[in-house]
């Protein structure tokens, strides 16, 4: 007779080594990395905040994993993403799997090695591929429904540092 919440014990159990073999971690930024507002100044430039909480989880990060970004939009936040230390970024490719395919390929890593957070429906495709799914609490349902982690927090508040950790914890590298 199974004990009540083995499933939840073997899911987590699931999760921990999913993360544990993470080589690459694949992050959108509109809904992700930010909170999917878009600010434009009086001269319309276009604004986007990042949350601080989601960097030191990068940078805690960043020694562990390779980082990238595979975003729909224009290369407007390449500047704070070189400053954490991406060194994959792919910007203005709606559909992302022919991105990360060329990306995976060129690093010579299995779908099993990366993990990716995205949190909108076209981001399905390429979460159905990666070994590590995710999104962020404010996600779309679809998404939500598709992954194997769903943070707490929203995008852009703290959703990527909540990966960040598991991805640590799951190597033995959180130091907290």
């Given at each position: 007779m199974k004990r009540r919440g083995g499933a939840a014990a073997s899911a987590a159990r699931d999760l921990l080594a999913r993360a544990?073999?993470?080589?690459?971690?694949?992050?959108?930024v509109d809904g992700v990395l930010t909170d999917g507002?878009?600010?434009?100044?009086?001269?319309?430039?276009?604004?986007?905040?990042?949350d601080v909480k989601d960097g030191h989880g990068?940078?805690?990060l960043r020694s562990h994993?390779?980082?990238?970004?595979?975003?729909?939009?224009?290369?407007?936040?390449?500047?704070?993403?070189?400053e954490l230390g991406?060194?994959?970024?792919?910007?203005?490719?709606?559909?992302?799997?022919?991105?990360?395919?060329?990306?995976?390929?060129g690093l010579g890593l299995e779908?099993?090695?990366?993990?990716?957070?995205?949190?909108d429906v076209n981001d399905l495709a390429l979460l159905a591929r990666v070994g590590l799914?995710?999104?962020?609490a404010d996600a779309r349902p679809e998404v939500l429904a598709a992954v194997r982690f769903v943070a707490r927090s929203p995008g852009g508040r703290g959703a990527v540092r909540e990966l960040c950790e598991l991805l640590l914890r799951a190597r033995g590298a959180w130091p907290f």
């Open positions: 544990a073999g993470v080589k690459l971690l694949l992050l959108d507002r878009l600010y434009y100044s009086d001269r319309g430039e276009e604004l986007k905040a990042f990068i940078v805690h994993v390779a980082l990238g970004v595979i975003s729909g939009r224009p290369g407007l936040a390449r500047k704070r993403l070189e991406f060194r994959h970024l792919v910007f203005s490719q709606r559909d992302k799997l022919p991105a990360y395919e060329e990306l995976r390929a779908d099993r090695e990366v993990a990716y957070m995205g949190d799914s995710a999104a962020p």
